[in-house]
C-alpha cells in the first residue's frame, strides 16, 4: 500500500539502475527459453523435460516484462534505497581479493590462498593493518584447513602448506 | 498418550550423550552465528552441509535444529546491544530493546528476550509435538496432485504475499527454480540448462547457491558501500542485573504468551516468515499496553512479546517442514536438502519410517531451548565479546569459510566461480530490494513440485483437469490464486 503511495508521489520517469535489472532478468529468461528448445523431447514420460522448463523461461519473462514497466514508470529501488555512496576502492579490493582466490587455489593450496583473500577482504574494509591481518588470515586458515579437512573429512586438497602438516 | 510415548523415545535418543553434545555444538555455534551481523542460520547450515557425508542423519539434524534455534536467540542480543539487527526477524526487538539498553537497562532486556524466546520457544515446541501427527494423518490423504498445489501455494504465499513487491518475490522464486532444474533430469536422463558445461550435469549445489547469496552477496554489498566502513556503533555495556524485577515479569509475561500465540500458527502455515509475526506481536503489545508513553523509549512489552512471536514461528515453520516436507523458509529449504542427502524425504512416511530420528529431533529441540536460556542469560557477556570483533577480521573469517563451504566439497574452481556469480546477484538482488530466501525456497522445492507434477499427470494419464477435480488440490490452488491476486482485487474494490 504504502509502496503505491509513494510511487504516486513521486517523479514519474525511467530509473536506469532498475531498468537494467529489468532488462537483464528478460534477457535470462530468453535465454532459458532458448535452452529449452535444446533439450531433447522425450516420448516416454506424460510430462518430458521440457514441460517446466518452458514454464520457467515464460514466468522469467514475464516477470522482467512487468519489472521493465515499473522500471520506466519511476522504478522502485529508490523506496528503499539506503545503500548511500559507492566505495569503488572497497568493492575492487574484495573483487581483487576473490580473484587471486580463484587463480591461486588450485597452485597455492587452500591455506595460502585463503590469507591472501582474508588479506584483501580485511583492506576491503578499511584495515590497514598488514602484519595483524597476515597473522590471524594464516591461522584461521590453517585452524580451519585442519578443522574441517582433517577431523571433518571436507576434501580441500593439497597445496604448499598443505604437504608439511 | 501415542503421541506422548513417542516423544518420550525421542527422548531416549535425545539424551544419549553424543546427541546431547551435538545439540550443544548446534546452539553454541547458532547462538554465536545469531549475534554476528551479516550471518544467519541459512548460511551456516549450508557451510556444514558436508557433515552429511561423515555423521549420521539423526546427529545433523539436532545439530542443524540447533543452529536454528540458537540463531533465533542470538539474534536478540545484537538488536539490543548494538542496534544492528543481527537476524531480520529480530528487527522489531531492536525498536524497543536498543532504546532500553541505551537507558542502561540492558541486562533486563536481555533477560526479557532469552527468557520470552525460551517460554515461547518451548510452547512452540509443545505444539509441533501435537500438531505433528494430525498433519501427518492429514497428509497422508494427499496425492501427488494435492502435493504439487500445495507446493503452489507455498510458492505464492512465500514469494508474492510476504514481500514489499509480488513481481520482485516472483522474479526471485523463477530464479530458484531455474537454478534447480540444471542438470541431468532425473525422470528421462536429459541434460537441463547446463550449456553444455559438464561439470553442470550434476546441478548445481544449494550450498553454492546460498553461500554465494547470503555471504558473498552480503560481503560485497558492504564493501562496496561507503557508509558500513564509518559506523561508530557502540555496543552497549550491559550495566544493570541479568534478574527482572518483579514489575518486569508482570509486564513481560503476557506478551511472552501472546507473542507464542501469534507467532506459531503464522510459522506452522505454509507460508512460513518470521517478521510479519514479530511485527504482529508489536502493535498488538502497542496497542494492549499500559504504558503507550514508552513505547518508542523502551519498554519492555515490546521486547518480550516480538522475540517470543519470533522463536515461536520459528518452531512453527518445522511442522510443515517435518510433516509435509514442505519448507517455508531459507533454512527450512537447507534443512530439507540435509535430508535429502541422506536420501530421507521428510513428509508423512518419515514418521512411519524413522520415528526415531523424528522425535529424536522434536525432543532434542526441548533440550536445546534449555541449553539456549542458560547460555544466553549467564553467559551473555561472553556473546558481548563477540560482537567486538572488528569488522574487516569478520568478513575477511566469512569469506575463508565461504571458501571452504564450496571449493571443500568438489575441489573445483568452477564452483568457486559459480559461487561468486551467486555472490553478484546477491549484491543486485539485496541492492535492487529483491528477496533471497524465494531463490533458496524454490531451488529445493521446484524439483519436488516437478516430480509431483509429472506423478500427477502420470496418474491422470495426461489430463491437466486432475488438479481441479480433485477437491484438497482444487481447493490448494484457488487459494494460491486468491493469495496471488485478492490483495490486488480488494484494493481495486475498496478504490472503485
Known sequence: MSGEQAAASAPRGLAKGDLGIAVGVVVVGLIAAWQTTEIPQSAYAAVGPRAFAWATSAMLVVMGLFLVKDAVTGGWSYETDDFGEIDWQGGLWLLGGLAVNAALIDVIGFILSSTLLFLFTARAFGSTQLVRDTVIGFLLAFVAYVGFDRVLGYKIGSGLIERLI | MNTLSHLMNGFGVALQPMNLLWAFVGVTVGTAIGVLPGLGPALTIALLLPLT???????????????????????????????????????????????????????????????????????????????????????????????????????????????????????????????????????????????????????????????????????????????????????????????????????????????????????????????????????????????????????????????????????????????????????????????????????????????????????SLYIGNVMLLVLNLPLVGLWVKILRIPTPLLYGGILVFATIGTYGISRSVVDLLLLYAMGIMGFFMRRYDFPTAPVIIGMILGPLAEQNFRQAMTISQGDMMTFLTKPISASLLALAVLALFGPKLWGMMRKG
Do not use: C
Request: net charge negative.
Open chain 2, 53 to 363: 557425508y561423515k555423521v549420521d542423519p539423526t546427529a545433523a539434524l539436532i545439530l542443524f535444529a540447533g543452529i536454528y534455534y540458537g540463531a533465533m536467540y542470538g539474534g536478540s542480543t545484537t538488536s539490543i546491544l548494538l542496534n544492528t539487527p543481527g537476524e531480520s526477524a529480530t528487527i522489531v526487538t531492536s525498536l524497543e530493546g536498543n532504546k532500553m539498553a541505551k537507558k542502561g537497562r540492558a541486562g533486563a532486556a536481555l533477560a526479557t528476550a532469552a527468557i520470552g524466546s525460551f517460554v515461547a520457544g518451548t510452547i512452540g515446541t509443545i505444539g509441533i509435538t501435537f500438531l505433528a501427527e494430525p498433519v501427518v494423518n492429514l497428509a497422508l490423504m494427499f496425492g501427488p496432485a494435492d502435493y504439487f498445489a500445495l507446493m503452489v501455494l507455498s510458492f505464492v504465499t512465500v514469494s508474492a504475499v510476504l514481500g514489499s513487491s509480488a513481481v520482485r518475490g516472483l522474479t526471485a522464486l523463477a530464479i530458484g527454480i531455474f537454478l534447480g532444474m540444471i542438470g541431468i533430469d532425473n525422470q528421462t536422463g536429459q541434460a537441463r540448462f547446463t550449456f553444455g558445461v559438464t561439470e553442470l550435469f550434476d546441478g548445481i549445489n544449494v550450498i553454492v547457491v546460498a553461500v554465494g547469496l547470503f555471504a558473498v552477496g552480503e560481503t560485497l554489498y558492504l564493501a562496496f558501500q561507503k557508509s558500513s566502513k564509518n559506523q561508530d556503533d557502540e555496543v552497549i555495556e550491559v550495566k544493570d542485573s541479568l534478574w527482572m524485577s518483579k514489575e518486569d515479569w508482570s509486564r513481560s509475561w503476557k506478551p511472552w504468551l501472546r507473542g507464542s500465540a501469534i507467532g506459531f500458527p503464522i510459522g506452522a502455515m505454509p507460508a512460513g516468515g518470521a517478521e510479519i509475526p514479530t511485527f504482529l506481536s508489536y502493535y498488538t503489545e502497542k496497542k494492549l499496553t499500559k504504558y503507550p508513553e514508552e513505547f518508542g523509549h523502551g519498554a519492555i512489552e515490546g521486547v518480550a512479546g516480538p522475540e517470543a512471536a519470533n522463536n515461536a514461528s520459528a518452531a512453527g515453520v518445522l511442522v510443515p517442514m517435518l510433516a509435509l516436507g514442505l519448507p517455508t523458509s531459507a533454512t527450512a529449504a537447507i534443512m530439507l536438502s540435509a535430508f535429502q542427502s541422506y536420501n530421507i524425504n521428510p513428509g508423512p512416511q518419515l514418521f512411519a519410517t524413522k520415528p526415531e530420528l523424528v522425535w529424536g529431533l522434536i525432543a
